[in-house]
């Protein structure tokens, strides 16, 4: 069974940092491109950042550039959020999601080009 389980949220002041993780089992996403999506209340998921299957390209949703940083551990099969700076507008339960297409190294912010997700992780920032 495939799942994907994700870790390291939980509540924090304005200006903290949080690192979220994403660990995959059931099978190999080293091939796959990663996403991070996030809802909060009473709004539509959003895209956060996604990162290709090398780690080589990254993309970021306008609102988090130069705060969010994610990466990968293909060897560890585990994708990570370095989130900093935060401010209250962050609060939102967080999502990572896999593309299902392997080797693909281009720009996935929609919901439908992620096959697989995660139950996802709450992230409080108190101001």
């Known amino acids: 069974q495939v799942q994907l389980v994700e870790s390291g949220g939980g509540l924090v002041q304005a200006g903290g940092s949080l690192r979220l993780s994403c660990a995959a089992s059931?099978?190999?996403?080293?091939?796959?491109?990663m996403g991070w999506f996030r809802q909060a209340p009473g709004k539509e998921r959003e895209f956060v950042a996604a990162i290709s299957w090398s780690g080589g390209n990254t993309y970021y949703a306008d609102f988090v550039k130069g705060r969010f940083t994610i990466s990968r551990n293909n060897a560890k099969n585990t994708v990570y959020l370095q989130m900093n700076s935060l401010k209250p507008e962050d609060t939102a339960i967080y999502y990572c999601?896999?593309?299902?297409?392997?080797?693909?190294?281009?720009?996935?912010?929609?919901?439908?080009?992620?096959?697989?997700w995660g139950q996802g992780t709450q992230v409080t920032v108190s101001s």
């Open positions: 059931g099978r190999t996403f080293s091939r796959n491109s």
């Open positions: 999601a896999a593309h299902q297409r392997p080797l693909h190294s281009g720009y996935l912010p929609k919901e439908y080009e992620y096959d697989y």
